[in-house]
């Protein structure tokens, strides 16, 4: 067994395509950020107070994802603490993965060097704790809560209503937030007084275009890959595709990381375009199978409802004969249905993570009704299904 770990090791030491993949991977922070000088300039223009220890403006930042929100954060917010050593603490929360409440204040009082337990005290104590820890405390604090839609839709804004206010309960104000999501209409659902505190200043990051995904791939590229092993060709390839799902720059490096992976694989010494199309399906397979493995069991149910009348990708079907075909369904695995209504809020849940396609139509005088289809490969759906539950492989037998 070892000798396999260490082939893999050993193939992976003496790549002929990379130097270093890890200057591909989505938390690499690179020292240049191409195409975002605007809001460097404009973030650490706001936050230069610091230098003289007084609070920063609290920041709201809005962009799609992968538009580099993140890593303009993190790399002002080190380089300022670089310069700054011990004029402030700034602490980076993010709440898809740290996702409760308790978590959050806990996480905040440990980055403040105040250890809580696991689980057991009232948000009302962590918070009080939490006044007191930065009452106590020498400097200024910037906290970082990225992925803040997230967080808010799922709870709701409470937390936020607190923290906004911990300035008033403090000696002196010295607590600034940057509250960052991808969902520019989530402010809308916030209460008006979290609204206004914490966007104090609002910044916008546009989505990239085809020529500056290519340069940011580029300055990444000459640092990840050995020379002579990726084409331009490649880069711009990875680049027009990305821009055309809406400029995502993650989506543009994983495409070239994944594509020198498959000519790692193939013992290529060059990437090709073609690589790309199959990183690109690689992606995407990826994507669906991790979406589908936790969905709950309706909604596979639902989906596989879909999928078994879908016999070509454009399909249309709607509401009444999906729900037709899930009860059959439901009878065949000796399962309790749920609603038609239900059903419906299932189907736009898979529109919304890109599974279905469910479009609301208006048929005149014969009322609206909901075009569904699949929004991905069937092949991908039905193996990922049976790889989820092994009840599904019957139901395709
Ligand atoms: N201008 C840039 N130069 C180099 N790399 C970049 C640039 N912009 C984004 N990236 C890289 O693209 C990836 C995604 O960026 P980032 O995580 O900052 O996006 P985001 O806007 O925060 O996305 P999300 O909303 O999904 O969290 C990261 O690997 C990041 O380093």
Request: glycine share 4%; no cysteine; proline share 8%.
């Given at each position: 067994m070892s000798d396999i770990i260490d082939e893999v090791i050993s193939s992976f030491r003496t790549s002929s395509i990379f130097v270093n993949r890890e200057y591909l991977m989505p938390d690499y922070i690179p020292d240049e950020l191409p195409h975002r000088e605007n809001q460097i300039r404009k973030i650490a223009s706001i936050l230069a107070p610091l230098y003289r220890e007084e609070k920063p403006n609290n920041i709201f930042i809005y962009g799609l994802t992968g538009t580099g929100k993140t890593a303009v954060v993190k790399f002002v917010l080190s380089r300022f603490h670089k310069k700054f050593l011990g004029k402030f603490k700034y602490i980076y929360i993010n709440t898809r993965q740290i996702d409760t409440p308790y978590r959050v204040l806990a996480d905040l009082l440990e980055s403040l060097d105040v250890k809580v337990p696991f689980t057991g005290l009232s948000i009302a104590e962590l918070y009080r704790r939490l006044v007191k820890a930065i009452r106590e405390y020498d400097s200024q604090v910037v906290i970082v809560l990225d992925e803040i839609d997230a967080f808010v839709k799922r709870y709701n804004d409470d937390i936020l209503y607190k923290l906004s206010r911990i300035n008033s309960e403090v000696n002196r104000s010295k607590v600034s937030f940057i509250g960052i999501t991808n969902d520019v209409k989530f402010v809308d659902l916030l209460d008006p007084r979290v609204k206004s505190s914490l966007s104090e200043e609002e910044i916008v990051f546009p989505p990239y275009n085809a020529e500056e995904l290519e340069d940011i791939l580029t300055k990444r590229a000459q640092?990840?890959?050995?020379?002579?092993?990726?084409?331009?060709n490649v880069i711009r390839l990875c680049a027009a595709l990305a821009a055309r799902e809406h400029g995502d720059a993650r989506r543009a490096l994983d495409l070239l990381r994944v594509a020198g992976e498959i000519a790692e694989r193939l013992k290529d010494s060059k990437v090709k375009e073609e690589y790309v199309h199959l990183a690109k399906e690689e992606i995407e397979r990826d994507r669906v199978r991790d979406i589908i493995l936790t969905l709950p069991f309706h909604s596979k149910l639902v989906l596989t409802a879909v999928a078994s009348m879908s016999s070509e990708d454009n399909v249309v079907l709607t509401t009444g004969a999906v729900y037709e075909t899930y009860l059959n369904i439901c009878k065949k695995l000796g399962v309790e249905p749920i609603t038609q209504r239900r059903v419906s809020d299932i189907i736009n849940e898979l529109d919304m993570v890109g599974i279905l396609r469910a479009k609301v139509v208006n048929r005149g005088r014969y009322g609206k009704t909901k075009e569904i289809g699949l929004?991905?490969?069937?092949?991908?759906?039905?193996?990922?299904?049976?790889?989820?539950?092994?009840r599904f492989a019957d139901l395709w037998g």
């Open positions: 640092m990840a890959f050995r020379p002579g092993v990726l084409p331009d929004a991905v490969d069937k092949n991908i759906i039905v193996k990922s299904l049976i790889e989820s539950d092994s």
